[in-house]
């Protein structure tokens, strides 16, 4: 059996979208953004003078907010927020980028679980299949 890394998919322009977008939610939070070190559960940690007051998970999208009607998170993303909330008390927030808004919603939030597809145009290998959660894009709250 065959056990290869995942190879990784952020590129620079993800990382900077990224950094930008963080920037806009330090900004309307009035907080400063951590960013977590590559294969943490969430991209940054929300914090005001030192004290942590949110996980965030980061995803930028390349279509206006509607044209899809929900954005897919990962089954393992919604467990490590689960875990990370019952742990510190903390909210975990995901925070996407459409290319007409911003906006945010936090992990608890209902969602349709689905599983994937092969072949699907995401960031896992080709062949794998998991189980995702659906957030409609209504549940948002919008930054901009």
Same mark, same amino acid.
């Given at each position: ?20 977008? @963080? ?22 940690? @929300? ?33 490590? @927020? ?63």
């Amino acid at each position: 059996m065959n056990h290869e890394p995942y190879p990784m998919y952020e590129t620079q322009e993800d990382y900077d979208a990224e950094q930008r977008v @963080a920037d806009i939610v330090a900004q309307r939070w009035r907080c400063e953004m951590q960013r977590n070190r590559k294969l943490s559960p969430f991209d940054f940690i @929300a914090h005001r003078g030192g004290v942590p007051c949110a996980f965030i998970e980061m995803r930028t999208r390349h279509n206006p907010m509607y044209q899809y009607p929900s954005v897919m998170v990962s089954l393992t993303k919604i467990i490590a @927020a689960k875990q990370h909330t019952e742990a510190t008390g903390l909210p975990c927030f995901f925070v996407v980028e459409w290319t007409d808004a911003i906006g945010y919603v936090n992990f608890d939030c209902q969602k349709d679980l689905r599983i994937s597809g092969k072949g699907w145009n995401r960031r896992n290998p080709p062949d794998e299949v998991e189980v995702i959660g659906y957030i409609s894009n209504e549940q948002f709250q919008m930054l901009k």
